[in-house]
């Protein structure tokens, strides 16, 4: 077993952490993003990776100096979504392995799985990496393919990497910090995953509806109709039950079903500003919306 160091900031990064312990590693140090504001008012609260550590009665910092000034210094750091830049001081002075969430060299970066999903990959992975100073770029200790099964969410298909991942950082660390398999050079094509943007995220109707139901797995896709946000949270493609409409412009509604780019797209669950999720067509029931309305951001 070994005598580590986490680095980490967000809920994902949570369960790699349990797993270790669970494994019988001992975690000298939590290091995370310092407390901000997260919601409405001047209270801050602490990062979910720090708010689990402190519940565990595991130390935590916001100072990447107190890692390397830890007597004894940890023998390994393990990095899973940390979100902050590690200096080669820092790298020198305790060596570190990194948990991502993809096949690299495929979508190194902050947005992996996202990426994933925008291009229509079929399948993506789990990688334990060597951290260095290059984005990304480290030598590849282990790695586990995961299929994207056709439809799904962010969410779901996270969880399961995250599930994976933790059994495979469990798997390599096995033999503790001393004993790590040889790592492989990185292969192929890179491939980088920038973080998503907030326009990203918001439909453009005139876009393929293979493009428009990407989206929409982000789990934060929405529209606008009246003026009024509208967040779609499930949507299907439906040429069956909702033929495209002649000479109908991208994101025009007719009952549940919108106009793309190259088809319809069917809206099953929606929530409204200010509202909670429902089925579409309670929504449509509700707020009376006639039928030919334009939605948001559709571009001739």
């Excluded at 590849?140 to 995961?146: D, H, P, S, T």
């Excluded at 809206?267 to 039928?291: F, H, K, N, T, Y």
Aim: aromatic share 2%; hydrophobic share 45%; with cysteine.
């Amino acid at each position: 077993m070994a005598r580590l160091a986490y680095l980490g900031t967000p809920e994902l990064s949570v369960p790699p952490l349990v797993a270790l312990l669970d494994a019988g590693h001992e975690v000298d140090l939590v290091v995370t993003g310092p407390d901000r504001r997260r919601g409405r008012g001047s209270a801050t609260s602490p990062s979910p990776l720090k708010a689990a550590a402190l519940a565990l009665g595991l130390r935590t910092t916001s100072d990447m100096a107190d890692l390397t000034a830890a007597d004894p210094r940890p023998e390994l750091g393990v990095v899973v979504a940390f979100g902050r830049l590690i200096r080669p001081a820092v790298l020198h002075a305790v060596p570190m392995v990194n948990l991502h969430f993809s096949l690299l060299p495929r979508w190194r970066g902050a947005a992996p799985v996202e990426r994933a999903i925008l291009a229509g990959d079929a399948t993506t992975g789990v990688c334990v990496m060597a951290v260095e100073e290059g984005l990304d770029t480290g030598a590849v200790y282990a790695r586990a393919e995961v299929d994207i099964a056709p439809g799904e969410h962010l969410g779901p298909l996270r969880d399961r990497l995250v599930a994976r991942g933790c059994e495979l950082l469990v798997e390599v660390l096995a033999g503790g910090a001393a004993r790590l398999p040889a790592p492989a050079p990185q292969e192929g094509e890179a491939t980088y995953a920038k973080k998503i943007e907030a326009g990203e995220l918001e439909i453009d109707w005139s876009r393929p509806t293979d493009d428009v139901l990407a989206v929409v797995r982000l789990d934060r896709a929405h529209t606008s109709v009246g003026g009024r946000r509208l967040r779609v949270l499930r949507a299907s493609a439906d040429l069956v039950a909702h033929p495209p409409v002649a000479g109908a412009a991208p994101g025009t509604l007719s009952a549940d079903a919108v106009e793309t780019g190259d088809g319809v797209v069917r809206l099953e669950i929606v929530q409204p500003e200010g509202g909670r999720p429902m089925a579409a067509r309670d929504w449509l029931r509700g707020s009376r919306i006639a039928d030919g309305v334009r939605l948001g951001s559709a571009r001739p």
